[in-house]
Antibody, heavy 121, light 107 residues
Framework: EAQLVESGGALVQPGGSLRLSCAAS????????MNWVRQAPGKGLEWVSY????????YYADSVKGRFTISRDNAKNSLYLQMHSLRAEDTAVYYC??????????????WGQGTMVTVSS | DIQMTQSPSTLSASVGDRVTITCRAS??????LAWYQQKPGKAPKLLIY???SLEGGVPSRFSGGGSGTEFTLTISSLQPDDFATYYC?????????FGQGTKVEIK
């Protein structure tokens, strides 16, 4: 069974940094593009970042461009999100999510349980 | 950037009701639209992709329609397990924009 498990969420001060991790299992990780999606408390879903299966193509939402970096280690079946210059508005549950198909652009069929990031002094 | 607008924001309905949620895109996205269901404290669950294709394991009371800029999600007979928040998502390009959500409440 395909599964994603996020970790690394924490309380961090404004301007600080944090690295989130997502461990994948139950599928051939290297063949799937992966994404990070976040959800602020009581708010809707916001796509954050994309990584192709081979980690060569990456995209970011304008709201995090230049501050967040997505990466993956296919040997470890893991996805990462390095976050710098954190702001209060980055406070959210962060989900990693798998694209449904291995080619083209597709919605997300497998999601982790989420990890909470709180940016506050 | 493509904007996605859902209506209504909240919907009150009873078990057995037929309910329809609308999602409008700010520009044509062909059929590149998905619908998700999310319950409190849980991750979203994919229901529909390519506007009208049912994801495996999703009950047939869920159906999707539309193309271009206007889309619908219909639940033919609302069940107790269906009270949740529903999101549309476009995937026309590498941005995956979500609608703001529609909460389906018990009437």
């Amino acid at each position: 069974e395909a599964q994603l498990v996020e970790s690394g969420g924490a309380l961090v001060q404004p301007g600080g940094s944090l690295r989130l991790s997502c461990a994948a299992s139950g599928f051939t990780f290297t063949t799937y593009s992966m994404n990070w999606v976040r959800q602020a408390p009581g708010k809707g879903l916001e796509w954050v970042s994309y990584s192709s299966g081979d980690d060569t193509t990456k995209y970011y939402a304008d709201s995090v461009k230049g501050r967040f970096t997505i990466s993956r280690d296919n040997a470890k079946n893991s996805l990462y999100l390095q976050m710098h210059s954190l702001r209060a508005e980055d406070t959210a549950v962060y989900y990693c999510a798998r694209e449904r198909l291995t080619e083209g652009i597709d919605p997300f069929d497998i999601w982790g349980q989420g990890t909470m990031v709180t940016v506050s002094s | 950037d493509i904007q996605m607008t859902q209506s209504p924001s909240t919907l009150s309905a009873s078990v057995g009701d037929r309910v329809t949620i609308t999602c409008r895109a700010s520009q044509s996205i062909s059929i590149w639209l998905a619908w998700y269901q999310q319950k409190p404290g849980k991750a979203p669950k994919l229901l529909i992709y390519k506007a009208s294709s049912l994801e495996g394991g999703v009950p047939s009371r869920f159906s999707g329609g539309g193309s271009g800029t206007e889309f619908t999600l219909t639940i033919s007979s609302l069940q107790p397990d269906d009270f949740a928040t529903y999101y549309c998502q476009e995937y026309n390009d590498y941005s995956w924009t979500f609608g703001q959500g529609t909460k389906v409440e018990i009437k």
